[in-house]
């Protein structure tokens, strides 16, 4: 059984940080790419940040230089560092699997971020 469980989401005042974990069962973790995406009330879901299986990240340009997502193989973990928040960052920010061959993909259920002052 695949489970992708989110932690670490929560209350934050704008300029504040956060870290969000990923922990993943089920799956060989280091043959999967995986992602961020967050969905804000009312907008569609947005892809937020990737980390391929070799390491590799990428972000959408509004987290530039404030996230940074990271992988511990060994704990079958994702992360994602979450500095300097805004009030637009607020989302339910969800957790993906994509096995490189794409012939699987696993989301989690969620975690609330909110910003606010």
């Known amino acids: 059984q695949v489970q992708l469980v989110e932690s670490g989401g929560g209350l934050v005042q704008p300029g504040g940080s956060l870290r969000l974990s990923c922990a993943a069962s089920?799956?060989?973790?280091?043959?999967?790419?995986m992602d961020w995406y967050r969905q804000a009330p009312g907008k569609q879901r947005q892809l937020v940040a990737t980390?391929?299986?070799?390491?590799?990240?990428t972000y959408t340009d509004s987290v530039k230089g404030r996230f940074t997502m990271s992988r511990d193989n060994a704990k079958n973990t994702v992360y994602l560092q979450m500095n300097s928040l805004k009030l637009e960052d607020t989302a339910v920010y969800y957790c993906?699997?994509?096995?490189?061959?794409?012939?699987?993909?696993?989301w989690g259920q969620g975690t609330q971020v909110t910003v606010s002052s």
């Open positions: 980390i391929t299986s070799d390491g590799i990240t």
């Open positions: 993906n699997a994509k096995q490189i061959s794409g012939l699987w993909n696993y």
């Open positions: 089920g799956i060989i973790f280091s043959m999967y790419n």
